[in-house]
């Protein structure tokens, strides 16, 4: 079975009790800046709750910035599509492949890279894609459903994620590199519903008051596009109910996983 067949995050048929996304952006006032901000100033705790305490890949996550809340998320090919959202600036490889378990990945590979650690992600063949290898001068290529290395020397960090993004996705990222968060959710943790097709999300902030968690999603989707805040009910967030039900996909409690270490 090729690794590509298995690797992309599909667009889902919408569940039948949930309605689907509005067939052009809405873009709606938020409390905080609506211009370029930090995330965390885009975003301040629902009302009568408080961020909970976070460090290092979740704390990063909260440093990101997010565009004026009135700009609309866009394609790869630059067409904008109905999504109740707040675009987060990541950028983006070329075409058609930084799709939803792909932004995430490449949100931990930033980080990851930031700090000097090492990053290396699997293959939906389990098949581990290293950055270091790529350093090298190594590049790799499918070959009976199993990727193989060779010399090479085209292309630089895009490049290598590019080529994650085609032989990654939900199956690899919930098999090989992450596993189930212990505890209640907390900024980092990811929402991971594996298959073909299949959706993964990441959660950017967690917040929470004496009997409400509250959680800020961000996801990324199929055609490949911008990365964004998908906005929820409570000033933005949603309110964590063992899972949540996003407008296109409901992702329970069972789904929620954390990068290995």
């Known amino acids: 079975m090729l ?3 298995l690797a992309a995050c599909a667009a889902p048929v919408p ?41 290092g890949f979740g704390q990063w996550l909260r440093e990101r910035t997010v565009a004026p809340a009135d700009q ?18 990541l950028p983006m490889v070329r075409g058609d492949l930084q799709q939803c378990a792909d932004s995430a990945i490449r ?9 000097g650690e090492p990053v290396m992600f699997h293959a939906t063949s389990g098949d581990p894609m290293a ?12 070959q009976g459903g199993r990727l ?5 020397t085209e292309g630089g960090w895009d490049a290598y ?10 199956l690899s990222l919930h098999a090989y590199d992450t596993e189930p968060a212990k505890g209640p959710p907390v900024p980092g943790d990811l929402l991971v519903d594996p298959g073909s097709p299949g959706h993964a999300v990441v959660l950017l902030d967690v917040a929470r008051s004496d009997d409400t968690t ?3 999603v961000g996801e990324g989707f199929m055609p490949a596009q911008d990365f964004h805040v998908e906005l929820g009910p409570a000033q933005g967030w949603w309110v964590w109910d063992d899972g949540v039900a996003l407008p296109h996909w409901t992702m329970t409690a069972d789904t929620l996983r954390r990068f290995k270490p």
């Open 72 to 89: 609309p998320v866009k394609t790869h090919a630059g067409k904008v599509v109905g999504h109740r959202a707040r675009v987060v600036e």
């Open 161 to 170: 994620l590019s080529k994650v993004f085609l032989w990654a996705g939900t």
């Open 15 to 55: 569940p039948a009790d949930l309605p689907p996304p509005p067939p052009a952006p809405a873009p709606v006032a938020q409390e905080g800046s609506r211009d370029r901000a930090v995330l965390t100033e885009a975003f301040p705790p629902p009302s009568g709750s408080e961020r909970v305490p976070t460090e």
């Open 107 to 115: 949100l931990r590979a930033e980080w990851l890279k930031e700090r």
């Open 131 to 142: 950055w270091e290898r790529w350093q090298a001068g190594e590049r790799p290529y499918e």
């Open 214 to 216: 509250y959680v800020l």
């Open 148 to 152: 193989k290395w060779k010399a090479g």
């Open 3 to 5: 690794l590509l067949a």
